[in-house]
C-alpha cells in the first residue's frame, strides 16, 4: 500500500514539473510573428581571436600568428575557409586578427 501511494505521489510531482517547466516559464502576453521585430535575424558578432580559436583549433593546433606574413595569412585565410566552410566576413576577420598579431 505504501508503494503504491509513493509511485502515486512521483507520479504527480513529475506532471506537475512537467506542465511548470512546458507552461510556466513562457510569457504571459502571447506573441505573432509581427511583435518579435527583427529578432529572427539577431547574430552574435565574434571577433577575429574568437573565430581562430574556435575553428582553428578543431582540426589542428593553431600555429603562432608570428609564424606567417601578412601575405602569408592571405593565402592561408582563402585556402582554409574552403577547407573549414567559413564565410567572407569569418575569414577576413581570421586573416585580420593574424595580420595585427604578427
Sequence with gaps: MKRTNLFKLTLILVVAITTFI????????ET???DLGDL??????KSGAVLWGENCARC???PDPTAFS????EAIG???RVRAGLTAEETN???T???QSN
Design 78 to 80: 582563402t585556402h582554409m
Design 22 to 29: 512546458a507552461f510556466g516559464c513562457g510569457t504571459s502576453k
Design 70 to 73: 601578412d601575405t602569408q595569412w
Design 40 to 45: 529572427g535575424s539577431f547574430k552574435v558578432e
Design 93 to 95: 576577420k581570421i586573416v
Design 97 to 99: 586578427f593574424l595580420q
Design 32 to 34: 505573432s510573428g509581427d
Design 60 to 62: 589542428h593546433n593553431a
